[in-house]
């Protein structure tokens, strides 16, 4: 396990999400949003926010993250105490070894910081490029998985499994501090892998943390030592509503997309949102102004002492880094520290009952 075990609930952390998309109608040269988004990584550490992840698709034409693992070795180099992780990454299409030895190396390099979040993966364009078949991705997840956990563990990874052979071969170097290996999913199976073969669970919307818990308890596990990283569809200003006027088409590119990939399921079986406020009536997104979103998390995670991190889009593909910044700031300004009091009140009338 890693150093989040020590993690107490009023030092939950806050984070930003990226997906380095660069859409056409907004394109912008890559070599410039990078060094944009770098610039804002950095300066969101001195803001406050205390992690960063980072996410993974291949062969699409806006530039979506195909190389999470380069770009966190390059927010390693421009943090100090930022934790950095994938939500998330797409084990079927790696090999498994080289996966756990870049996972590995990342942990040397930022000293413990990286976690590697993985789950199946749905898009068969992206399986059938990388040599994998779309019906072996549970077996292909929970191989890697195991395999990860032994480099790690310095073991040797010899293996016979359904996918992969592996010879009498131990990684090295490995870290002092081991990477969490931390698994994503929306469906009750999905779920309940977390909670069987994961040191924590990446839930989106914050809609299946019961199921999660849930899960933990039919195996056996404690609920408490369960680990929730929730990812957030919620924009946060003082003016949710303008703000929404200037960025929700974003939004809504970036939800239509996902509805085309299938990500929701079929394709030609779920509707695409027709325009901007669609995506609000139907809870694709959140809007909420400061006070009401600390309302929100102090109630979420006062039930829920599992969540570590709570994490929010930093920006919305082809929106201005600069437009996503000034979210940031007002997260950071009127959100995080008011939550965080809040907690830690909470906390001693607790010790104090």
């Not at 070795?73 to 756990?100: E, S």
Request: some cysteine; aromatic content about 10%.
């Amino acid at each position: 396990m890693t150093d989040e075990t020590t993690t107490s609930r009023d030092e939950v952390r806050f984070g930003l999400w990226y997906d380095f998309r660069n859409p056409a109608q907004w394109r912008r040269p890559f070599e410039q949003l990078y060094a944009q988004v770098l610039e804002q990584i950095a300066w969101a550490e001195e803001l406050g926010f205390g992690s960063v992840w980072l996410t993974e698709h291949h062969f699409c034409d806006d530039g979506y993250t195909p190389s999470p693992l380069v770009i966190a070795a390059a927010i390693g180099a421009r943090t100090k105490d930022m934790r950095i992780a994938t939500n998330l990454m797409l084990p079927a299409l790696h090999n498994p070894v080289r996966l756990a030895e870049d996972a590995a190396t990342l942990g040397i390099l930022t000293d413990g910081r990286f976690d590697l979040g993985v789950a199946i993966g749905y898009r068969e364009v992206e399986f059938d490029a990388f040599g994998q078949r779309v019906v072996n991705r549970v077996s292909l997840l929970e191989e890697s998985a195991a395999i990860a956990r032994k480099a790690w563990a310095g073991e040797s990874v010899a293996f016979e499994g359904k996918r992969f052979r592996l010879p009498d071969v131990r990684v090295s170097p490995v870290p002092t501090r081991t990477p969490g290996l931390l698994i994503g999913g929306m469906t009750e199976p999905a779920i309940e892998r977390a909670a069987r073969l994961g040191d924590g669970f990446l839930s989106t919307q914050n809609e299946h943390h019961q199921m999660y818990i849930d899960a933990l308890e039919r195996l056996g596990r404690d609920p408490l030592e369960g680990r929730i990283y929730a990812g957030q569809w919620t924009i946060v200003d003082e003016d949710p509503e303008r703000t929404w006027a200037a960025i929700g088409d974003h939004a809504l590119y970036q939800l239509n997309e996902y509805i085309g990939w299938g990500s929701f399921g079929p394709p030609d079986q779920v509707p695409r949102f027709e325009n901007r406020d669609q995506i609000v009536e139907g809870g694709g997104f959140v809007l909420r102004d400061g006070p009401a979103e600390v309302e929100m998390l102090v109630e979420m995670l006062t039930a829920r002492p599992q969540i570590r991190d709570v994490h929010f889009w930093a920006r919305l593909p082809g929106e201005p880094v600069e437009s996503g910044s000034r979210r940031m700031q007002y997260i950071a300004t009127h959100v995080i520290p008011q939550v965080r009091a809040r907690l830690a009140a909470h906390s001693s009338d607790a010790l104090a009952g």
